[in-house]
């Protein structure tokens, strides 16, 4: 997970990317992934654990990651109505969710638009460096 930090999460120009402090222990995600119904990705828990949330750009796209303690508040205010099969793990900070999508057995990760509807999610990958490849290329809009 490193390598991908590493790879993919660079600062552009005056903008310092802002990465926080990792989840500490691994028992914490039990609670929420309680709330949620869902076992999260072992690769995004990975991720939370070397940086609790995220803020700044992965390639040309602005990225803001969730920390652990802001999925379920940010699922149940922004996915529970509307798209009740989303996990909210972040945004662009404009107009697009970045989701775990949980209609299948395996989740994936993807961009949903805040104003849609289920067809408007865009599938990024079924692992999180997948999803992370995919808003550093920025090749999703094609």
Same mark, same amino acid.
């Given at each position: 997970?490193?390598? =991908?930090?590493?790879?993919?999460?660079?600062?552009?120009?005056?903008?310092?990317?802002?990465?926080?402090?990792?989840?500490?222990?691994?028992?914490?995600?039990?609670?929420?992934?309680?709330?949620?119904?869902?076992?999260?990705?072992?690769?995004?828990?990975? !991720?939370?654990?070397?940086?609790?949330?995220?803020?700044?750009?992965?390639?040309?796209?602005?990225?803001?990651?969730?920390?652990?303690?802001? =999925?379920?508040?940010?699922?149940?205010?922004?996915?529970?109505?509307? !798209?009740?099969?989303?996990?909210?793990?972040?945004?662009?900070?404009?107009?697009?969710?970045?989701?775990?999508?949980?209609?299948?057995?395996?989740?994936?990760?993807?961009?949903?638009?805040? =104003?849609?509807?289920?067809?408007? !999610?865009?599938?990024?990958?079924?692992?999180?460096?997948?999803? =992370?490849?995919?808003?550093?290329?920025?090749?999703?809009?094609?």
């Amino acid at each position: 997970m490193q390598e =991908i930090l590493n790879q993919f999460f660079q600062s552009q120009g005056d903008f310092p990317n802002e990465f926080n402090l990792g989840v500490t222990s691994s028992l914490v995600f039990k609670d929420i992934e309680l709330e949620l119904g869902i076992e999260l990705p072992q690769d995004f828990k990975n !991720f939370l654990m070397l940086t609790n949330g995220f803020e700044g750009f992965i390639g040309e796209n602005y990225c803001r990651f969730n920390k652990l303690e802001e =999925i379920l508040e940010n699922t149940r205010a922004y996915c529970q109505e509307s !798209f009740s099969w989303a996990i909210h793990i972040g945004s662009n900070g404009s107009s697009e969710m970045y989701v775990l999508d949980n209609r299948a057995e395996q989740l994936a990760y993807g961009i949903l638009p805040n =104003i849609g509807d289920d067809n408007d !999610f865009i599938p990024l990958g079924k692992s999180f460096e997948e999803f =992370i490849k995919h808003l550093y290329d920025n090749d999703f809009w094609e």
